[in-house]
Structures are given as structure tokens and as C-alpha cells.
């Protein structure tokens, strides 16, 4: 079994900071990484995916990858209390068709 | 925009029912899952399949079947419910090695096994 972790949080910063949200992976020959974002009560929706080393930005999203470390984060710049929700961290896994998540990181932004 | 739906959301049912969970998708995808959710777990496979009639156990098979006989169709089956399958249920949906294997969830089914 392939492991993601997270740090399940809750991670609260204030409105306007910058969120960070950090995932590690234990297979060295994981190549896909996916964000999810789940508010209460509803399902995962994609944030963003990133393949190759360094940043991806979308928005005011970023995903950072680094495949030496087995580490991917997400940063939200400009935090607003609509991003307070659980983020999930996942890996395409063994079969090539499934995904591995992480058990997420609740994140609280405060007025 | 991608669609998955599951048509029961909320269901109530008691210990030993057979229980049917349907998902369809509406983007021609081959590849479908199930996971379930639970606090502290996270989600957890169940099955997924990458085409019609094919099917793969994912993490935690044990209590479940599928069936998948048309291709924007998959359902999972509790043969026997049990409280210890009480858990939200999500279907999703993938096309295969395009972006990554994206997966696209449906709104989730919440069970409750009493």
C-alpha cells in the first residue's frame, strides 16, 4: 500500500494570508499529483494536477513538486473565508488508473 | 462540463439488506470507481474498472461486488449490509492517461446501515 500523508490540520490563517498545505508520498515512481478541495458535506472537486518538478499556478493556486523529496504543497495566496475546506492530496497509484488520497487538511481562514 | 450521478443520496437500510448504489456518467470516460469515506480514513478504494464487464479490487473489496455492463454505467453492490458499511459512497470517473487520469466525483451517497 502506497502511503500520502498530511497533516489533518485544522490549519487556520487569516483572511489575505498565504495558505500553505504540504503532502508527502512513499513511492519514488509516483508521477501524477492532484489537489482536491471538499467542502462539509460534499465531494472532492479538482484544484489542480501537476507532473514535472518546480511550480504550477492557477489563479491564486500553486502547486509545487519535488520528486527528490517525495513532497507536493499547495499555496493559496490571498486566503478567503470561501477556502476554508478539507484539501486532498493524491497520487496515481499502482494500477495506473486509481488514485491514492491522503486524509486531508482541514483549513479554516478567519474573517 | 463532467457529470456523474448518483441517483440515491440518502438511503436508510437495515442489517443483512442487499444494497444497490448506482452511478452514471455522461462523459464517455472507460475508467469508473468506488470509494467510500470515513472520518479519520479518508477515502478508501473499493473497486474501479477501465472498461465494460472489467473490474479490479481496489483497497478494501471485502463486503462489495460490481457490476458494469454499459460503460457510463457502475454500480456497487452490498450484498449483505452491515453497520460497519455505514459511510458516504463516491463514484467517479476517468478518462484513461489523459490529464493525468483525472478523476471526477459524482455528489456521493450517504448510508446508513441500521
Known amino acids: 500500500q502506497k502511503e500520502v500523508e498530511q497533516n489533518s490540520g485544522p490549519l487556520s490563517v487569516p483572511e489575505g494570508a498565504i495558505a500553505s498545505l504540504n503532502c508527502t508520498y512513499s513511492?519514488?515512481?509516483?508521477?501524477?499529483f492532484f489537489w482536491y478541495r471538499q467542502y462539509s458535506g460534499k465531494s472532492p472537486e479538482l484544484i489542480m494536477f501537476?507532473?514535472?518538478?518546480g511550480d504550477k499556478e492557477d489563479g491564486r493556486f500553486t502547486a509545487q513538486l519535488n520528486k527528490a523529496s517525495q513532497y507536493v504543497s499547495l499555496l493559496i495566496r490571498d486566503s478567503q473565508p470561501s477556502d476554508s475546506a478539507t484539501y486532498l492530496c493524491?497520487?496515481?497509484?499502482?494500477?495506473?488508473?486509481?488514485?491514492?488520497f491522503g486524509k486531508g487538511t482541514s483549513l479554516l481562514v478567519t474573517p | 462540463d463532467v457529470k456523474v450521478t448518483q441517483s440515491s443520496r440518502y438511503l436508510v437500510k437495515r442489517t443483512g439488506e442487499k444494497v444497490f448504489l448506482e452511478c452514471v456518467q455522461d462523459?464517455?470516460?472507460?475508467?469508473m470507481f468506488w470509494y467510500r469515506q470515513d472520518p479519520g480514513l479518508g477515502l478508501r478504494l473499493i473497486y474501479f474498472?477501465?472498461?465494460?464487464?472489467?473490474?479490479e479490487k481496489g483497497d478494501i473489496p471485502e463486503g462489495y461486488s460490481v457490476s458494469r455492463e454499459k460503460k457510463e454505467r457502475f454500480s456497487l453492490i452490498l450484498e449483505s449490509a452491515s453497520t460497519n458499511q455505514t459511510s458516504m459512497y463516491l463514484c467517479?470517473?476517468?478518462?484513461?492517461?489523459?490529464?493525468?487520469?483525472?478523476?471526477?466525483f459524482g455528489e456521493g451517497s450517504w448510508l446508513t446501515v441500521v
Open positions: 513511492d519514488r515512481g509516483s508521477q501524477s
Open positions: 467517479a470517473s476517468s478518462f484513461p492517461q489523459t490529464t493525468g487520469n483525472t478523476i471526477y
Open positions: 501537476i507532473y514535472s518538478n
Open positions: 462523459m464517455d470516460h472507460e475508467n
Open positions: 474498472s477501465y472498461d465494460v464487464k472489467m473490474k
Open positions: 493524491a497520487v496515481k497509484g499502482d494500477s495506473g488508473y486509481a488514485l491514492n
